[in-house]
């Protein structure tokens, strides 16, 4: 390598213009989560993985959020629902 190199000839090459209504950002996410998007978007056959980024963080701010209590509710309805009465219980009820 040279130690000194003389631009004054350069031209600045071709820039790629932006997409309007986006903005590059350098953001860091774990190597897990980058490599989930990536293989979603190859099963699908093929795309772009941060497009698919971008639809996620979309429809996560689009979504309705539920209180908690409604959530909680919800889990243990269906939890409870998945259980067989006990023995004990069926005697109970088969007495009455």
Excluded: C, H
């Amino acid at each position: 390598m040279r130690k000194e190199y003389d631009f004054g000839k350069a031209r600045r090459g071709a820039v790629v213009p932006t997409v309007t209504g986006k903005t590059r950002i350098t953001i860091r996410l774990d190597d897990d989560i980058l490599e989930w998007f990536r293989a979603e978007v190859e099963a699908a056959g093929g795309g772009n993985y941060q497009t698919r980024i971008n639809q996620a963080l979309r429809q996560a701010m689009t979504q309705a959020v539920e209180p908690l209590e409604t959530v909680v509710r919800r889990a243990l309805r269906a939890e409870l629902g998945s259980l067989k009465p006990s023995r004990a219980r069926r005697t109970k009820a088969g007495a009455a």
